[in-house]
């Protein structure tokens, strides 16, 4: 797949990497500071901002059990209820920061988690949907965004490929035909050394997609290298300051590192270019400071070239090193000073190959 486009911004290898800011539930219930970080997200040079649409009674229920409780990592002992109920975005909030996001010419869109979230982004009319790596094995669901006709990107972190083949191929056949496959690791945060960033060209190849990554790791640099491996669109969460707290918080970037994943990722897609063994116009000047043969000491016509008399040196305008073999024991054509680029015209009995 070439690629395809959100609000005509076009994302594919082609083009720039599609860079999108997760807010997720770092705008910590307040919505002032939902729409601090959509200014954020425009300054740092981000194509789109992102949100997810759920409620906790979505999700999950509310229940007290060891089974509705995170064991380890980032949220252990949380209930799964009262995370979501803290991290949700309110849905009457969701009007009021698209038209912020519309003022400032910043591309929206939203990951919704049930068929009544579809149902509301629908009539807000989004542009595009984000499918969360926890919901990519929720066929039923997939299928309801899909019947949008809308451009799809789907997180695949924990499913396997056969998982992942099944999702595509249930895109397809409902009615989308411009999906993007962000490859992931769901750990909050995600340790790099797991990260398998060849990964992202193997998805494109392999399912015929636009490719991309979602990224848990702290820091811009798996974000950075999985570009320069042909990630077309990169997500990345962020907030306002980690140290104010929040869900999401520990493992989001601030504005300002926000803004240098953008300016690095977009470096190393200039950097990527393509396949090339020619010769740049920038190292055209420095030609000259290729190593070539040359006179080092007087010879006088019909003497000998030998090893104290003929060096391969910079500069370059001399016959290519590969010759001096060949020239060594030929005799000189007629006189030649020290310093003088050896061409073919100085060497008597030449036998001169390619």
Known sequence: MSGFSINSK????????????E??????????????????AKQAGVDAIKFQTYTADTLTIDHDGPEFRVQGGL????????????????????????????????????????????????????????????EVADLPLIKKIAATGKPMIISTGMASEQEIAETVTTIRRSG??????LHCVSAYPAPVEEMDLQTIPDLAERFGVVAGLSDHTLGIAAAVAGVALGAS????HFTLRRADGGPDAAFSLEPGELKQLCEQCRIAWSARGRVSYHRKSSEQANLVFRRSLYVVKDVAAGEA???DNLRSIRP???????????????TAAKDIRRGTALNWSFIANKCRTT
Request: a negative charge.
């Open 176 to 181: 989308c035909s411009e999906l993007a496959l």
């Open 305 to 307: 070239f030998t090893v």
């Open 316 to 330: 370059g305008y001399g016959l290519a090193p590969k010759h001096l073999p060949e020239v060594l024991g030929k």
């Open 10 to 21: 076009l994302i594919g290898m082609g083009h720039p990497p599609y860079i999108v800011a």
């Open 75 to 134: 949220w252990d002992g949380r209930s799964l209820y009262e995370l979501y109920q803290e991290a949700s975005t309110p849905w009457e909030w969701h009007e009021r920061l698209f038209a912020k996001c519309h003022e400032l010419g910043l591309t929206f869109f939203s990951t919704p988690f049930d068929e009544s979230a579809v149902d509301f982004l629908e009539d807000l009319n989004v542009p595009a949907y984000k499918v969360a790596s926890f």
């Open 233 to 236: 669109l990169v997500e990345k």
């Open 23 to 40: 807010m997720s539930g770092n705008h910590n219930g307040d919505i002032d500071r939902a729409f601090m970080l959509i200014e954020a």
